[in-house]
């Protein structure tokens, strides 16, 4: 059992991350505070992220390149099932934001009316 630093809540060793600088081996902040606070930074620093980020796959492209090739190759299935989701996701996307594009370019299109009538009796209560 150790204390967290911050929050200062007594939790069981595996609530907290590895230190190998420290004497026990922990970090002092527990897993939890350690996610808040990397949230907190991630939110505040976006656009240097972005660049570290561009940065990172700039010096490392054929590194990763070998690296990913090797992973589709080991994981097919998964890579495959995953590529499925995602196009399905778009094709999704895609279409909801032509319904959308369509319903401020053409309102007096009968089908798009029915269709924005019917967002607007599933969301709004009718009025007492
Ligand atoms: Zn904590």
Not at 64 to 93: F, G, H, I, P
């Amino acid at each position: 059992m150790k204390i967290c630093t911050v929050c200062k809540v007594e939790k069981d060793g595996v609530n907290f991350n590895k230190d190998t600088r420290k004497m026990d081996g922990l970090r002092s902040s527990c897993r939890d505070c350690d996610a808040i606070k990397g949230k907190i930074y991630r939110s505040n620093n976006v656009e240097k992220l972005k660049i570290d980020h561009a940065n990172y796959e700039r010096k490392n492209r054929s590194k990763l390149t070998a690296y990913r090739s090797k992973y589709r190759a080991e994981n097919a299935e998964k890579v495959k099932e995953q590529d499925k989701r995602y196009k399905r996701t778009r094709k999704e996307k895609e279409m909801l934001s032509e319904k959308i594009l369509l319903s401020c370019q053409d309102v007096t299109d009968p089908k798009i009316v029915a269709w924005l009538n019917s967002i607007v009796n599933n969301n709004v209560p009718t009025p007492k």
